[in-house]
């Protein structure tokens, strides 16, 4: 059975700094693209960061722009992603959900394994 498990959510003032992570288990991503979205209630989820090896070990990453800055995307190994977050603001209060897939890309459906979520408030 795949799972990914999220951890690392949690309150935090605006400014204030949380480390996500990630746990894959079930089998082995070494090709995926693991990613990060986020969900706040009543909107859509949307793309937060994502992160590929490329050769040799070294690894591409993307953000989205409202992120770029202050959060940083690191991959410990082929199953642990990291969201480092930085400089918090109240808007980038959601669900953060952990996700891997084949492709690198910035959209839900190109990623077929996903996380339960982790809840991050960031107060004013």
């Known amino acids: 059975q795949v799972q990914l498990v999220e951890s690392g959510g949690g309150l935090v003032q605006a400014g204030g700094s949380l480390r996500l992570s990630c746990a894959a288990s079930?089998?082995?991503?070494?090709?995926?693209?693991m990613g990060w979205f986020r969900q706040a209630p009543g909107k859509e989820r949307e793309f937060v960061a994502a992160?590929?090896?490329?050769?040799?070990?070294?690894?591409?990453a993307d953000y989205t722009d409202s992120v770029k800055g202050r959060f940083t995307i690191t991959r410990g190994n082929a199953n642990t992603v990291y969201l480092r977050m930085n400089s918090l603001k109240p808007e980038d209060t959601a669900i953060y959900y952990c996700?891997?897939?084949?492709?690198?890309?910035?959209?839900?459906?190109?990623?077929?394994?996903w996380g339960q979520g982790t809840q991050v408030t960031v107060s004013s």
């Open positions: 079930g089998r082995t991503f070494t090709s995926y693209t």
């Open positions: 996700a891997a897939g084949y492709r690198f890309a910035k959209l839900m459906d190109s990623y077929e394994y």
């Open positions: 992160t590929r090896w490329s050769a040799g070990s070294t690894y591409y």
